[in-house]
């Protein structure tokens, strides 16, 4: 029975399978190139490279599984990035001048703005009956729009405090970053994939009119994801605000691209319905910690969208060879059979 | 409360004009666009009966169901429960209502588990909003023994069979634990054993615990077993209700078409005796074909049968290159053939009429001439270019001999009725001029009238020198057509029968396995 | 009488009305605030930015088609921009850059299109991952440097006039009539629709699919070279972010065009109509001179207001 059911999981997630075992060599791979690896400053480092990618990654699952697409989410995050590193000492002046009151008001009002941008794009998709790829195209532009309105010029003030809160370690052992990851998992994540709402974003990814034939509520589940997407996209905003102390709206960001690609490297499925959380963080931490690797061994960075480009194209076509190779194993059984016969 | 039931109980009791019905339609009025589906049409349905509803493809019978579910919303009309109206406007106010749907399409989340699907949008929660997964694989599993299913409720419903799938859906429906269930074509994926389950639950849940049915089957024989009561819809208009077994059968199909129906008895084609259109030696695939020999003789109707899920499907999609057989030898004409995909197939004149017309025989949003000559471009153009004059050849001459109702073959294809959607999938196979067809089940879902015309229209091809693998679910099709029936048990010829052979009682003991077989070996 | 009340309500319910209603719209908007804008020499101006992003997206338009999307425009045009103008320089022979970024061309195109047709990719995920892979190859080819030219013959394509109408824009107008014939007269353009609508029934209706998409993917890419060597004419030099302002404008134009992004549905008159919407909108946001921060916001705006107004879904139904 236990058997059985650890069968079926692994059947379930078959898709993520793959990506562990790319991350696992590339950690490998890692701890063999990176002289303090196996001391605190390891993890905190590799921690502080994959957390924006896993953050953005975790907001594009999102929308993904409702079989939709953010093309968005690169350029919300430079928004909330830019509101984060203009509106911080203001904020900060107008509470009184305690950078802690001002870091949390600030970090509270991005958060609020990510949300609201998210649930525009709800909005557009679920009012405007539009497709996704082409509301989050359009809101893209104007994120990004925005962005430039809000800082004409990259630049900011953000004390170097919060930088250090954000990308250093709690009791100067366990990297922030990981803590960061933990909580966007258990505070947002398994409570929101554990509700009705996250049932039913599988459920409408899966099959849009069989979820309303069921009598779920897509309209709403819908607004939920994406009002969650636009809080990933805002936090992650907050955590490149604290990496680069500053706000950069012409900052080139691969963050669309690179979500989109992570969360298709973890399983998830463009067409929706499929896709999970461990796996879509592995897939971002494969594509940040190529980046890393390829440092380490002194390639040349013109390198680094090739390799992202290729591990992508060959985890896809993972499914297609197994397949193909199942089906020649298959065949050559039965006529081996039939010979013994 | 009690009495009810009972009263209920007898079907159709005279004292029923005094008693409320448990679900009651009135002056329903629905319009799609400028097509009229239902026009001032009404139903009543009593506590302890199952009411079927009757009427051609575009009759209007499934918009009425779809209305009572709240998935379609209606024009005009009122809706009543035990005598007080109710206003159902979503699916969400059906279910508080305690009506639960069961409809032809599956609406299953394929990458959900057979638990998961079961609670769908009903799943118990703790005080958080958090989903109790445990819960929910624990009930199911109960739930699932309780009513007698042997399925699994951890596994993925992608990897069940058609028929599971059906199963699963019934199951989801039966959990909600409705006073009204409505089965709208619920019956055509599953095999007769299945069959013979829902009807024992239907008999359980009407006349133990006097819940109400509304049953939507196009199968006679079906409908003969479970109805009490019956309502004809003819047209988007109410007919009449009557208690089953006071028509005849063929007063029914009067009242149905509107006309006398047609006596349906056909010359079953024996093809040539010594010309082999098709031959297959010892062909194997995967799991679900053993050792398939099996010959057809050129202008016959040979039929498939069995329950579903024996491999018959899988047979005619591999003859058609779609899978392609792992081992075994193929002849066509006498001359070996490989089919790897369907244009090996077609090369050399094999060509399938799909089971599932909507998702593998038509693109329902492109228009009815693209959908016709969509398998014989090469026959319409000149080196890669379209010719209109040649393409309205085409299409006029498979309208015309399909007799396909149609203003325009510009309109979509997914704005004809079922039967007329048939037609052109069959038309569009016809075109290629391909001399052995295989149809698979192609009378699955549609009315009566175009049935009896795919017969003659098959007796008529034979006589032109086609071919024809007919497998149907059907039975009383293939009695009606076919000297020479294969009977499929566990991917395997069980039994191949013919002429006087050819019976029901044969072609039930062969498929369930218990015949001994005569193909054996 | 009724027959022909039915019509006009089918016309101006049609996407070809409401285009050309909203670029006469945009074009005497513009004219009013700049009287300039209405003389032919600003109109041809305007037409030769159109024709770029219009040969872009003959290609982008046929992906579209066939239910996918290309996220690659960007460096499919750059790379192949950057390859003419390198080999020509090199081999100091102008048709050699041509042969190589036509090559170029046809191999992207084979890339994506056996990685969609044969591994089963989803195209927007195959050609993002392309599009990586170019833009390293872009880096590598050039090696950081980029250096090279237009030939003579490339910049009077995109310089020069032949009866005060420019050589590039007849070029656009010749193979967007030639992809409109390709649509509607063949049976290639068929089994675009076909695929488009459902790979499964075209399967099963005995059509290559996987032939008919790496066609498609050949088709495209090629035709998004043509569009990287007409702009190193229109620039003169290369430049590594080219492309970059054609990747979603292209998706934009072909929506507005009424193609539907699900595939199956539309046309490429309809995307040039869009393509032209979209550079007189920007032709009206320069007049206002508007900040670029304001362009793009106007800019997404007007692409949402456009699509609200008729490029909306059907209502859930069952």
């Given at each position: 029975m236990r058997n059985e059911r650890t069968k079926l999981f692994l059947k379930r997630n078959a898709e993520c399978v793959v990506a562990y075992c790319v991350l696992a060599v590339v950690l490998v791979l890692f701890a063999a190139n990176q002289?303090?690896?196996?001391?605190?400053y390891g993890p905190q480092s590799i921690f502080n490279q994959v957390i924006t990618l896993c953050i953005a990654a975790l907001g594009q699952t999102v929308i993904v599984l409702t079989s939709g697409i953010d093309l968005s989410v690169g350029n919300l995050i430079i928004f909330t990035n830019c509101v984060a590193a203009t509106i911080y000492m203001p904020v900060t002046n107008a509470l009184g001048g305690s950078i802690v009151v001002g870091g949390v008001a600030t970090i509270v009002i991005v958060l609020l703005v990510g949300v609201l941008a998210g649930l525009f794009n709800g909005c557009m998709v679920?009012?405007?009956?539009?497709?996704p790829i082409v509301v989050t195209l359009a809101t893209g532009s104007i994120f990004s729009g925005l962005a430039r309105y809000v800082r004409p010029t990259p630049g900011g003030d953000v004390p170097s405090e919060f930088a250090r809160f954000f990308t250093g370690r709690i009791f100067d052992v366990f990297p922030m970053s990981a803590l960061i990851l933990l909580l966007a998992i258990f505070l947002i994540w398994i409570p929101y994939r554990k509700s009705r709402a996250g049932q039913a974003l599988y459920a409408i990814g899966g099959n849009e009119k069989a979820a309303f034939l069921n009598g779920i509520k897509i309209n709403r589940s819908k607004l939920i994801a994406y009002s969650i997407a636009g809080l990933c996209a805002a936090i992650c905003g907050v955590l490149l605000t604290a990496q680069t102390r500053s706000g950069d709206p012409t900052a080139a960001n691969n963050f669309t691209n690179n979500s989109i690609a992570a969360a298709v490297l973890g399983?998830?499925?463009?067409?929706?319905g499929k896709g999970s959380y461990f796996g879509s963080i592995a897939g971002a931490m494969i594509l940040s910690l190529i980046v890393g690797l390829l440092i380490f061994w002194g390639i040349?960075?013109?390198y680094q969208n090739l390799v992202q480009g290729i591990i992508l194209i060959l985890a896809l076509s993972v499914g297609f060879f197994t397949e193909f190779f199942k089906q020649k194993r298959e065949r050559a059984q039965a006529v081996a059979g039939k010979e013994a016969n | 409360m009690k009495q009810i039931i009972e009263e209920g109980a007898a079907?159709?009791?005279?004292?029923?004009?005094?008693m409320v019905p448990l679900i009651e339609t009135a002056h329903i009025s629905k319009r799609f666009g400028g097509i009229v589906?239902?026009?001032d049409a009404q139903m009543k349905c009593y506590r302890g009966e199952t009411h079927v509803l009757i009427g051609e493809?575009?009759?209007g019978k499934s918009t009425m169901v779809k209305i009572i579910c709240g998935v379609t919303a209606r024009d005009s009309g009122d809706i009543y429960m035990e005598g007080q109206k109710i206003d159902i406007n979503s699916a969400q106010d059906a279910q508080a209502h305690k009506i639960a749907a069961v409809f032809q399409e599956l609406s299953l989340?394929?990458?959900?588990s057979v638990a998961e699907n079961i609670f769908l949008a009903n799943e118990p929660r703790n005080?958080?909003?958090?989903?109790n997964f445990r819960q929910i694989y624990d009930k199911a599993q109960a739930f699932l023994q309780e009513i007698g299913l042997d399925l699994n409720?951890?596994?993925?419903?992608?990897?069940?069979?058609l028929c599971q799938m059906q199963l699963v859906e019934i199951a989801k429906a039966l959990y909600k634990d409705p006073d009204v269930l409505i089965l709208d074509?619920?019956?055509?994926?599953?095999g007769e054993k299945e069959v013979k389950w829902l009807f024992d639950m239907m008999h359980k849940l009407t006349k133990e615990q006097g819940k109400g049915i509304l049953f939507i089957s196009h199968r006679m024989d079906e409908l003969r077993q479970v109805a009490d009561r019956a309502t004809i819809f003819r047209d988007a208009r109410y007919v009449m209700t009557f208690p089953w077994g006071e028509l005849e059968d063929e007063e029914i199909v009067e009242h149905i078409s509107g006309k006398k129906s047609a006596e349906t008895s056909l010359e079953k084609p024996k093809g040539s005796?010594?010309?082999?259109a098709l031959e297959l030696v010892n062909a194997s695939k995967g799991?679900?074909?053993?050792n398939l020999n099996l010959k057809l003789k050129k202008g016959e109707i040979l039929g498939i049968a069995g329950l579903?899920?024996?491999?018959q499907v899988e047979l005619l999609h591999a003859l058609f290159g779609d899978g392609e057989f792992d081992t075994g030898e193929i002849y066509v004409d006498g001359k070996q053939v490989r089919l790897r995909n369907e244009r090996e197939a077609l090369s050399h004149g094999i060509v399938l009429i799909p089971e599932d017309r909507k998702n593998d025989?038509?693109?329902?949003?492109?228009?009815i001439g693209e959908n016709i000559t969509m398998m014989c471009l090469k026959s319409i153009s000149n080196s890669g270019v379209l010719s209109g004059k040649k393409e309205k050849g085409v299409i006029a001459d498979a309208v015309e001999r399909m007799s396909?109702?149609?203003?325009?073959?510009?309109?979509?294809?997914?704005?004809?009725?079922g039967g007329n959607q048939q037609k052109v999938v069959i038309a569009k196979a016809l075109s290629t001029k391909a001399k052995i067809v295989l149809l698979s089940?192609?009378?699955?879902?549609?009315d009566i009238g175009t049935k009896t015309e795919i017969y003659h229209l098959m007796a008529q091809l034979t006589q032109e020198g086609y071919s024809i693998v007919f497998y149907s679910t059907e039975m009383s099709e293939l009695l009606l057509l076919c000297n020479r029936v294969l009977v499929f048990y566990e991917g395997r010829i069980a039994a191949e029968l013919e002429g006087d052979q050819v019976t029901e009682k044969n072609i039930i003991t062969q498929s369930i396995g218990v015949g001994g077989g005569t193909n054996e070996k | 009488m009724a027959a022909k009340s039915l019509d006009w309500k089918a016309v101006v319910k049609s996407t070809g009305l409401r285009l050309v209603v909203m670029m006469v719209g945009l074009y005497l908007v513009s004219g009013i605030l700049?009287?300039?804008?209405?003389q032919p020499s600003h109109i041809m101006s305007t037409l030769v930015l159109c024709c770029f992003l219009g040969i872009i997206c003959i290609g982008q338009t046929l992906i579209i088609l066939t239910g996918g999307a290309d996220l690659s425009v960007a460096y499919s045009v750059t790379f192949s921009a950057c390859v003419f103008a390198q080999t020509t320089k090199e081999t100091g022979n102008g048709w050699i850059g041509f042969a190589a970024a036509m090559l170029v061309g046809v191999l992207m195109g084979l890339f994506k299109g056996v990685g969609v047709a044969?591994?089963?990719?989803?195209p927007m995920v195959m050609t993002l991952a392309t599009n990586s892979i170019l833009m390293s190859a872009t880096f590598l080819y050039t090696q950081g440097v980029l250096k090279g030219e237009s030939t003579a013959v490339v910049t009077a394509l995109a310089k020069d006039s032949f009866l005060g109408i420019r050589y590039c824009v007849l070029l656009w107008v010749a193979l967007g009539i030639a992809t409109i014939f390709l649509l509607k007269k063949t049976t290639f353009g068929r089994k675009i629709f076909a695929v488009g609508c459902s790979p499964r029934v075209t399967d099963l209706s005995g059509i290559n699919t996987q032939v008919v998409l790496v066609g498609v993917y050949v088709i495209a890419s090629v035709m998004m070279a043509v569009a990287g060597i007409l702009l190193i004419g229109h620039l003169g030099y290369p430049n590594y972010t080219m492309g970059d302002s054609y990747q979603l404008i292209s998706i934009a134009a072909v929506v507005i065009g009424?193609?539907?992004?699900?595939?199956?549905h539309g046309g490429y008159l309809g995307t040039m109509g869009g393509v032209v919407i979209i550079y007189l909108i920007q032709s009206i946001l320069i007049i206002l001179n508007i900040a670029e921060a304001g362009r793009e916001i106007v800019n997404g705006a007007i692409i949402l207001i456009i699509l609200l107004a008729y490029g909306r879904g059907k209502k859930q139904s069952a």
């Open positions: 002289a303090d690896f196996f001391t605190v679920v009012y405007g009956r539009l497709q399983g998830a499925s463009l067409a929706g040349s960075s013109y | 079907g159709a009791a005279p004292g029923q004009e005094t589906a239902l026009n493809n575009g009759a989340i394929q990458d959900l005080r958080f909003g958090r989903i409720p951890r596994v993925m419903v992608r990897n069940l069979t074509e619920a019956t055509s994926a599953l005796e010594t010309e082999t799991t679900c074909l053993h579903s899920g024996h491999g025989g038509l693109i329902l949003s492109r228009s396909i109702k149609v203003h325009s073959a510009d309109l979509p294809v997914g704005s004809l009725s089940d192609p009378t699955r879902g549609i | 700049e009287p300039n804008y209405l044969y591994l089963k990719i989803t009424g193609t539907s992004i699900l595939g199956g």
